[in-house]
């Protein structure tokens, strides 16, 4: 009886079982196209969104149409120089001996502005980059040497690259002028072959139907001009990315993140000496600066601005105020870089 009586309940089971198999066999048929239909529904409403890890940043948008990879690197301080420097040592003295021995920003490792500069350059080959973004104080002060570095290495590439100054790319400490009229100057004497005919305040280029804006904010204050040219540049529907090498103000951090920051001042101004510069104004920003940070957030919150990037601190950090985010880079000459992918929602 024993025996017999166990068939009916195998039996039972091992029918339970197949039903089991066949009743999951078709829920995964139609369940699979569920969650690939579903996940535009879950991001209805974000149509930008991204995840970060270490220097790999990927940025997703419903308003991008294919992929795109960028090589992103600010503050390298390339210093070499020759002869032709002579003239201007008294200018230059303290940044040329500045940044020769470097900790690599992962590893700790010994490295060289040169050294890390060049790296960078071979990852960006390795990774497939579209395009190379160079987003300022690229070299200590303007000299000929290390531009001609630069420029060649650059160019051996074939990849497109875009450039815009950090505070330090023009400057030569101590020299007489005002700074405005100092970029002006060494915009025009020195860096025609980075800015390629372009406007060295602010320019915009499209890769692969993603537009750069690319914005000197290397003096902190916005001029006029550069405000009106972006507010034009977000009349467009285009999906965009601001770059820039002082960063944007955000919550909790000093006036370093100074355009728009409302303690950028005299009284903050610790350095003014040592670079032997103008000391920023007792009355902080003009107008123009706080103008164009709401600008910001504006194209924010329309989704045309994806996200800004910015360098000038020397180390990684992400600010997010409301639907704007902004991404700081380590600095180039510790090996210093960002990854960035901006890809289509599928």
């Not at 602010?202 to 993603?210: E, N, T």
């Not at 916005?222 to 965009?240: A, G, H, W």
């Not at 920023?280 to 504006?298: I, N, S, T, Y």
Request: charged content about 20%; overall charge neutral.
């Amino acid at each position: 009886m024993m025996k017999n009586s166990l068939f009916p309940s195998a039996r039972r089971s091992h029918l339970g079982l197949r039903l089991i198999v066949l009743v999951a066999l078709c829920c995964m048929a139609s369940v699979e196209p569920t969650l690939a239909g579903n996940r535009r529904s879950l991001l209805r409403g974000t149509p930008v969104t991204y995840n970060q890890v270490g220097p790999r940043i990927r940025l997703f948008s419903k308003d991008v149409k294919e992929t795109v990879k960028l090589f992103v690197i600010s503050d390298t301080h390339l210093w070499m120089s020759d002869s032709r420097e002579d003239p201007y040592r008294q200018y230059s003295e303290r940044m040329a001996s500045a940044y020769h021995n470097n900790r690599h920003f992962q590893t700790g490792e010994p490295t060289t502005s040169q050294e890390s500069f060049l790296r960078s350059l071979d990852m960006a080959k390795q990774k497939g980059a579209d395009a190379i973004v160079l987003m300022g104080d690229i070299f200590s002060y303007p000299s000929e040497a290390a531009i001609d570095f630069a420029v060649s290495r650059l160019d051996s590439l074939g990849i497109p690259y875009y450039y815009i100054f950090g505070n330090h790319d023009w400057h030569y400490e101590g020299m007489e002028g005002t700074e405005i009229d100092l970029r002006a100057e060494w915009a025009k004497r020195r860096f025609g072959r980075l800015f390629r005919d372009r406007n060295p305040l602010i320019y915009s280029v499209d890769v692969k139907g993603l537009r750069l804006i690319m914005l000197d904010t290397s003096v902190y204050e916005i001029l006029p001009e550069q405000l009106s040219i972006f507010r034009q540049e977000m009349k467009t529907k285009v999906p965009t990315l601001l770059m820039c090498h002082v960063p944007f103000y955000a919550p909790g951090f000093g006036p370093s993140y100074g355009v728009g920051h409302p303690d950028w001042n005299a009284a903050n101004d610790r350095n003014y000496k040592v670079e032997r510069r103008p000391q920023w104004p007792a009355e902080g920003h003009k107008p123009e600066a706080f103008a164009l940070w709401q600008e910001v957030l504006k194209a924010h919150r329309s989704h045309r601005l994806l996200a800004s990037f910015a360098g000038h601190v020397h180390t990684m950090t992400t600010s997010v105020v409301g639907p704007w985010v902004q991404f700081t880079t380590a600095a180039n000459l510790a090996g210093g870089y960002l990854e960035v992918t901006v890809e289509p929602i599928e």
